[in-house]
């Protein structure tokens, strides 16, 4: 005998075809999966944030789109800042791979500094921050939070509010690059 019977290479094939369709199907379940966390995510958040009958939230975000460095593992990253709270910030175009419940420091540029926090969610290239901050860090963001609150309110431009609204892309930002896509919106950026 030279080798082994037909059959068994055959077998053998399609064990090995087999076993690639099963990673296959796996790798897109898991694809899947992600997808639908962050929408479910996504559709969370404007629910929540839609009116003040539901928002839950401890204390007010403020949109402040300022840049500012991510302190992490004694690394410096760049990130945008989208919103901040006393409780904690929303990061975007953050360039590495963040994981949860890693230790952080924020600083945000021309505002404040030494924001010391904790990864506690890991979006596409966004990363929210909760802050655990002592007493006078405590003091130095309320006092910040509370003069941008108060600038804004003393803004005489509409602020933007969510609103019930059909149309092509989901959650635009005024008119911006669309969020979700599906072809009923449960809230848009106006």
Known sequence: MSGPPHGSVEVS???????????????GSTVVADKVQRLRTELVRVIRTSTADVDRRLSTRLNINRQGTLQVNGEAIPVTVRNLSL?????????????????????ITGMVSDLPGTVTRVGDRTVLVQFALNPEQS????????????????????????????CPSALAFNGG?????TSLAIGQRV
């Open 13 to 27: 094939r399609e064990a090995s075809e087999a076993g690639r369709r099963s990673t296959d199907i796996r790798d």
């Open 87 to 107: 409780g904690g910030a929303l990061l975007e175009a953050v360039p590495v791979c963040l994981t949860m419940n890693t230790s952080v420091t924020l600083a």
């Open 139 to 166: 003091v130095r963001l309320t006092v910040l939070v509370s003069d941008r609150q108060a600038a804004q309110r003393a803004d005489p431009r509409p602020q933007r509010k969510w609103q019930a609204t059909r």
């Open 177 to 181: 690059t669309s969020l979700l896509q």
